[in-house]
């Protein structure tokens, strides 16, 4: 029987690891505003939104928590959207260890999608573009913060700097009672954090890709042109769904100029690709945004990144199998490729495990509250999504709700390909094949 030495099960053991370490920390009397210890679920909670890159609280994160738990949660989310076995990779090669084929396909389960090669280029990588991402945003938002909002420079660089690890790990926790919506008429605040959350949403394969081949689109790989066209529709979709249908809601656009609401549709379409800020009220958005926000943030963002969902890439197989079927083709696929029946199965798999695992969490929050339906299925996919958009019912769920919520964001974090795998290590592949009998469908 194996152990946590398989790379399928460390993974998760890790990450669990991580959560319990965080929950110890966020459980002691420094880590709350008033020196009492806070309750080992509002602990649990938030150190899982943390490490999952979440987002979703509990508690009003800059009231209740002290410096000390704010800069828990700060590394918390920074060593989630890293990545465990990241960065234990990079301890392993720090240390001067060699990697066989399987630690070296390890470092690839997180994130999914990562090309085979040299671990120690990828980890470099990834260690660049984190540290110059948010080294640049933290500056961008000090800088704008000192100079519009009159803070000190002390307080502007740890705003600056938790909202930049934030939006680049895709998190959306924020040092502010209202996320975000205090700057929704500022395009200096709200443009770095956009620009953040895409980039690291669209996963580091592709920026891979970009640095090697430049923006020449004939030799990008496919899993790079699917992400990256892929992205560009969804934002298209999310932001004219958000702008028609909120144009003249009270309580969102309609009080702002032009300008703002083009802002603000533009930032509200890129925050359910699971990063979790708000500008404007989720609560207060009308049925067909919440609607166009269940899309958005089930698909997620790109693979082997800090997004959530069931993953841009996995989105487009599905819809190119469906297109392939009406069109009575027999392969599926896109720009002149097809795909492997191996790629279809997996994409369908974690679809058909996510939309169940929602629908069942769904399902048992509504049995054990009052609360809405719509507001409930909002939270759960936005749970699983790993986005941390609410519609403020979170701190209103009844404890049992609040731990299945923490279940949806480890299990989305894992990723349901990996759970699936864990669950699977003893199967054997068969040697023979049954004969073949079809059904009818539909």
Same mark, same amino acid.
């Given at each position: 029987?194996?152990?946590?030495?398989?790379?399928?099960?460390?993974?998760?053991?890790?990450?669990?690891?991580?959560?319990?370490?965080?929950?110890?920390?966020?459980?002691?009397?420094?880590?709350?505003?008033?020196?009492?210890?806070?309750?080992?679920?509002?602990?649990?909670?938030?150190?899982?939104?943390?490490? !999952?890159?979440?987002?979703?609280?509990?508690?009003?994160?800059?009231?209740?928590?002290?410096?000390?738990?704010?800069?828990?949660?700060?590394?918390?989310?920074?060593?989630?959207?890293?990545?465990?076995?990241?960065?234990?990779?990079?301890?392993?090669?720090?240390?001067?260890?060699?990697?066989?084929?399987?630690?070296?396909?390890?470092?690839?389960? *997180?994130?999914?999608?990562? *090309?085979?090669?040299?671990?120690?280029?990828?980890?470099?990588?990834?260690?660049?573009?984190?540290?110059?991402?948010?080294?640049?945003?933290?500056?961008?938002?000090?800088?704008?913060?000192?100079? !519009?909002?009159?803070?000190?420079?002390? *307080?502007?660089?740890?705003?600056?700097?938790?909202?930049?690890?934030?939006?680049?790990?895709? !998190?959306?926790?924020?040092?502010?009672?209202?996320?975000?919506?205090?700057?929704?008429?500022?395009?200096?605040?709200?443009?770095?954090?956009?620009?953040?959350?895409?980039?690291?949403? $669209?996963?580091?394969?592709?920026?891979?890709?970009?640095?090697?081949?430049?923006?020449?689109?004939?030799?990008?790989?496919?899993?790079?042109?699917?992400?990256?066209?892929?992205?560009?529709?969804?934002?298209?979709?999310?932001?004219?769904?958000?702008?028609?249908?909120?144009?003249?809601?009270?309580?969102?656009?309609?009080?702002?100029?032009?300008?703002?609401?083009?802002?603000?549709?533009?930032?509200?379409?890129?925050?359910?690709?699971?990063?979790?800020?708000?500008?404007?009220?989720?609560?207060?958005?009308?049925?067909?945004?919440?609607?166009?926000?269940?899309? $958005?943030?089930?698909?997620?963002?790109?693979?082997?990144?800090?997004?959530?969902?069931?993953?841009?890439?996995?989105?487009?197989?599905?819809?190119?199998?469906?297109?392939?079927?009406?069109?009575?083709?027999?392969?599926?696929?896109?720009?002149?490729?097809?795909?492997?029946?191996?790629?279809?199965?997996?994409?369908?798999?974690?679809?058909?495990?996510?939309?169940? $695992?929602?629908?069942?969490?769904?399902?048992?929050?509504?049995?054990?509250?009052?609360?809405?339906?719509?507001?409930?299925?909002? *939270?759960?996919?936005?749970?699983?999504?790993?986005?941390? $958009?609410?519609?403020?019912?979170?701190?209103?769920?009844?404890?049992?709700?609040?731990?299945?919520?923490?279940?949806?964001?480890?299990?989305?974090?894992?990723?349901?390909?990996?759970?699936?795998?864990?669950?699977?290590?003893? !199967?054997?592949?068969?040697?023979?094949?049954?004969?073949?009998?079809?059904?009818?469908?539909?």
């Amino acid at each position: 029987m194996l152990g946590l030495r398989n790379p399928i099960r460390l993974i998760p053991a890790l990450f669990l690891c991580a959560i319990a370490i965080g929950t110890a920390l966020l459980s002691l009397p420094i880590a709350t505003t008033n020196g009492v210890a806070a309750p080992i679920l509002t602990a649990l909670f938030t150190s899982t939104s943390a490490v !999952a890159v979440t987002g979703l609280i509990v508690v009003d994160t800059p009231v209740y928590w002290s410096a000390f738990g704010q800069i828990t949660i700060l590394v918390l989310f920074q060593i989630g959207g890293f990545g465990i076995m990241t960065a234990a990779t990079l301890f392993g090669l720090m240390a001067g260890r060699g990697f066989g084929l399987r630690a070296r396909m390890a470092t690839q389960v *997180e994130r999914s999608r990562l *090309e085979s090669g040299d671990a120690a280029s990828v980890l470099k990588l990834v260690l660049t573009i984190t540290l110059m991402v948010e080294g640049l945003v933290a500056v961008a938002l000090a800088a704008r913060m000192v100079l !519009a909002y009159d803070m000190t420079l002390g *307080e502007a660089a740890w705003h600056g700097l938790f909202h930049s690890v934030s939006a680049f790990n895709n !998190a959306g926790f924020s040092t502010h009672s209202d996320s975000v919506m205090g700057y929704q008429n500022d395009a200096l605040i709200l443009g770095p954090i956009m620009f953040a959350v895409i980039l690291t949403a $669209l996963g580091f394969p592709v920026m891979q890709d970009v640095r090697a081949n430049g923006l020449r689109w004939r030799k990008w790989s496919l899993h790079t042109k699917v992400t990256i066209a892929g992205t560009a529709a969804l934002l298209v979709f999310g932001f004219i769904s958000i702008l028609v249908a909120e144009w003249n809601n009270p309580a969102t656009l309609a009080p702002m100029g032009v300008g703002s609401k083009i802002l603000n549709a533009a930032f509200h379409s890129v925050m359910p690709r699971t990063a979790g800020f708000n500008s404007l009220d989720v609560g207060s958005f009308h049925d067909e945004t919440l609607m166009a926000n269940y899309l $958005l943030m089930f698909v997620g963002g790109g693979s082997a990144g800090t997004a959530g969902g069931i993953k841009v890439t996995t989105f487009f197989v599905i819809f190119a199998i469906i297109l392939s079927e009406v069109r009575g083709r027999r392969d599926a696929g896109v720009f002149n490729r097809r795909f492997g029946p191996a790629v279809e199965r997996q994409a369908l798999s974690v679809a058909v495990m996510a939309a169940a $695992l929602i629908l069942a969490s769904t399902t048992y929050i509504a049995s054990v509250s009052e609360l809405a339906l719509e507001d409930i299925l909002f *939270e759960t996919i936005s749970a699983f999504a790993t986005v941390g $958009l609410s519609t403020g019912i979170t701190a209103d769920l009844p404890p049992s709700g609040q731990l299945v919520i923490i279940v949806l964001m480890f299990v989305g974090r894992v990723g349901t390909i990996t759970v699936a795998t864990a669950l699977a290590l003893e !199967a054997r592949d068969r040697t023979y094949r049954y004969a073949e009998e079809n059904l009818i469908v539909g």
